[in-house]
């Protein structure tokens, strides 16, 4: 929960001054844990406390001597694109033992450590508790025992613990992500995507198999992200009689005209008596009652492989600053508090209380209580298997309502990755739902010219994974034809409307709403879905397509600084896009590790730049090889690229060179990133029951009609829930000038990019995590966590 306005405290108000803080990684590797581990030393150096690094995690703990060393600035330059974790991970049997907790509490006391920072799954978290609990005993023992002596009993009383959940896996409970989840989906999309087009040429069946013992979050994910026909998964076994119908469906989707099935298997999947479904069971069974060409891939290992993507390093960096004020705000009293992700805010839980109910899940998996451990999964496990049942499995016609409603759907504004599986969504959920769908092309120039026709079920399939806008998007806003727009909507019965897209498409709702007075056809609901790699529409937090613009921003910054290696030293100056919007330029400078993000909210002049040139210039006099500065298209009309590139290569003469780089459209191009599919096929199908409903109270005398405020409406995120609100309400918190909100969340996220590039700057922890309880912590049930 954040603090009144007038509590605010400011970070430098915090010290750290005499405290000891280790970090270590536990359990199983995952990407992102390196962004963590650099995050936590850095925020601790910046507070001013001693940090220690922890090699091969508890192993390293009990063994001391070399595995417990120093940690310093430079010893985690470059590590933030690196996966695994470059300080290593272990089991540890001997420190399930109390004498290895024995030998671990010595090293620790020895070096004046009573802070950890533990980076690991629920086994890991649950050992560090146990070990917390148990402090002050095993300290009792070594005084005894002539280790240390009887004062340090009292100076080092208690042991203080934060963690961090790391895993691939998704499977604890109390956070919407763990830091390595969305990495690991990228890993399997990227597959997915490249067995569809070899499963097309050949008419194949495909059985995938990937990570998750105990957890389907991974398979479920994946399915919706990709469209896949069949997907299984531990928390929920399929009925008995459930390989018929899988079969029928395969058959079903090939006798519509596609030429590849896709099935989705996790290796913990089992059936409802607890037998393994294998991926060579459903090889062998597609193959016998088919006949179907059918290939087994199991993902294994690469999975835990390659670079975090830019979800997980922002994830990762977010909850390792996090843990260091968890660390700096604790008490003897405090209970050990596991950092975790509410929708797009930070929160403390109680460690044990999510440790138990996590625990709950598999109990309830072993007692066949299955409905029950999909709840206790959490709300966006729920709902993402809920969506895809509705999106995956089409109804036969005489079980389908009819609503003799017709709703279109329309992109407008610049395009964006994510957008197809935002209409795919909407198409289906809305046939779901009786309606009849129409597709609007070339946005609402489209529209006036009626270029509008029905769109089915099929026509869809295999959108899920498309770039770009596969309907046609334009800028064209509807003022200026509003007589035509609403001559086609009388002619196809058009009543209600769905409008995908930026900051052109909430200025069309809004004009829209402004001429129901003068035309009736408009009276109809109306929703808008935020979808731009610019992250500017007002009411939301997030935009469908700016999470796969800031992983080609990752991307592309990853092998520019890599491309300096083993040269002098350099920096290098991007150009990101984003309008005014600086959210590209100060996120995708967070998770590439930026020294500086120049961006129009945030006016500099010409003594911030001399003093990042000083800043980088003695950073270079160290062991810093390379630099990395971004700039937004429109920070500044006079200080451009050209003379930032240019006064970077003046003063940085004899201690650096500079390059500069344009990103230019690659930012809005390419395949959309697992967030995005996930995130515009979740709101779309929100937002297409929100219309069914509005039809529904609006439907008077045998037609629609719709004038109220909360009729025209945009689905946004806010914080910790999907929110929808009246595109009229939204006005006021707007500057149509520069086309951005008024006030705009990820500003807060900016002193963090300083802090860990070793700038002095203040940071305002009033919105820091508070400790909450794990069951408080569940939205509401109107609510739906957005976080995949």
């Given amino acids: 929960m954040a603090q009144p306005d007038s509590k605010k405290i400011f970070f430098e108000n915090l010290s750290g001054a005499g405290k000891a803080i280790a970090v270590l990684t536990s359990g199983g590797d995952a990407q992102g844990m390196n962004a963590a581990v650099r995050a936590v030393v850095r925020m601790g150096l910046y507070v001013g406390a001693k940090v220690y690094f922890i090699h091969e995690g508890y192993q390293g703990m009990v063994d001391g001597g070399e595995n417990i060393r120093d940690a310093t600035w430079e010893s985690v330059s470059s590590m933030l694109q690196v996966g695994g974790t470059v300080i290593g991970s272990a089991r540890c049997k001997e420190f399930r033992t109390h004498e290895g907790r024995l030998k671990a509490a010595h090293n620790l006391v020895q070096r004046g450590i009573t802070n950890l920072c533990v980076i690991g799954g629920d086994g890991s978290l649950t050992g560090a508790n146990l070990f917390r609990e148990e402090w002050s005993g095993l300290l009792g023992e070594l005084v005894d025992q002539g280790l240390i002596e009887a004062d340090a009993v009292q100076k080092y009383s208690a042991l203080h613990i934060v963690g961090m959940v790391g895993s691939i896996d998704n499977d604890f409970c109390g956070t919407d992500m763990t830091i390595g989840t969305d990495s690991a989906l990228h890993r399997i999309i990227e597959v997915v995507d490249a067995i569809m087009t070899t499963a097309q040429s050949h008419q194949r069946t495909f059985v995938l198999e990937v990570m998750g013992r105990h957890c389907g979050y991974l398979a479920l994910v994946s399915a919706l992200a990709c469209g896949a026909d069949w997907v299984l998964i531990p928390e929920m076994p399929p009925e008995d009689g459930w390989e018929d119908k899988m079969c029928q469906k395969l058959s079903a989707t090939r006798s519509r005209g596609s030429r590849l099935n896709i099935i989705i298997v996790a290796e913990g999947a089992i059936d409802r008596h607890g037998k393994p479904i294998t991926s060579n069971y459903l090889k062998d069974l597609v193959v016998k009652n088919l006949g179907f060409d059918t290939r087994v891939t199991i993902l294994g290992h690469v999975q835990r492989g390659g670079t975090p993507s830019a979800f997980d390093r922002i994830l990762a960096s977010r909850m390792g600053v996090e843990a260091v004020l968890a660390l700096l705000e604790t008490t003897a009293n405090t209970p050990a508090c596991v950092v975790s992700l509410c929708g797009n805010q930070s929160v403390r839980l109680p460690l044990m209380e999510c440790v138990q109910m996590t625990q709950e899940v598999q109990k309830a998996m072993d007692e066949k209580r299955f409905e029950e451990a999909v709840k206790l999964r959490g709300r966006s496990f729920e709902n993402n298997l809920k969506t895809y049942k509705l999106l995956a499995h089409r109804k036969p016609e005489s079980e389908l309502p009819t609503s003799n409603f ?100 909430f200025e069309s709702l809004l004009q829209l709403y402004e001429a129901r007075a003068t035309y009736e056809e408009l009276c109809i609901p109306m929703c808008m879905l935020p979808a731009t790699i610019s992250n500017n529409v007002p009411g939301t937090d ?176 806010r914080r910790r829930a999907l929110v929808f609100q009246p595109v009229v309400q939204l006005k006021e918190q707007t500057d149509f000038v520069h086309r951005i909100p008024m006030e705009q969340w990820w500003l807060k996220l900016r002193p963090l990019m300083k802090i860990l590039a070793k700038y002095k700057t203040s940071y305002d922890v009033s919105d820091s995590g508070q400790l909450e309880h794990v069951i408080r912590n569940r939205p509401k049930e109107s609510d739906v966590s957005v976080a995949m």
């Fill in 406 to 505: 017709n709703i279109a759907i329309l992109n407008v504004g610049a395009p964006s990755a994510g957008m197809n599986a935002a209409v795919r969504s909407a198409v289906r959920v809305g046939i779901s739902e009786g309606h009849k769908m129409f597709a609007v092309s070339d946005g609402f120039e489209g529209f006036y010219k009626g270029q509008i026709k029905e769109i089915k079920w099929a026509d869809v399939g295999g959108w899920t994974g498309q770039g770009g806008s596969l309907l046609g998007t334009k800028r064209t806003l509807p003022a200026k034809h509003v007589d035509k727009i609403a001559e086609q909507m009388r002619k196809h019965n058009i009543n209600a409307l769905l409008v995908i897209g930026g900051f052109e498409a």
């Fill in 542 to 717: 997030l935009s469908i397509g700016a999470d796969t613009a800031l992983n080609a921003i990752v991307e592309t910054c990853d092998r520019i600084k890599q491309s300096a290696s083993g040269t002098k030293r350099r920096v290098f100056i991007i150009e990101t896009m984003g309008g005014y919007c600086g959210y590209l330029a100060s996120v995708g400078g967070l998770a590439a590790g930026a020294d500086a993000a120049y961006i129009f909210e945030e006016p500099f002049d010409i003594r911030d730049l001399q003093a990042n040139v000083e800043h980088l210039t003695e950073k270079m006099k160290t062991s810093i090889q390379r630099g990395l500065v971004l700039r937004n298209e429109n920070s500044n009309e006079n200080y451009t690229t050209d003379f930032i590139y240019q006064l970077y290569s003046e003063e940085g003469k004899g201690v650096f060179d500079s390059r500069k780089n344009v990103l230019g459209h690659m930012q809005q191009g390419g395949a959309p990133s697992p967030f995005d599919r996930n995130f515009g096929t979740k709101i779309s199908a929100k937002a297409m029951q929100w219309v069914t409903k509005k039809l529904t109270e609006t439907f008077r005398q045998g037609r629609v009609f719709a004038n109220t405020e909360d009729s025209c409406c945009l689905l946004g995120m």
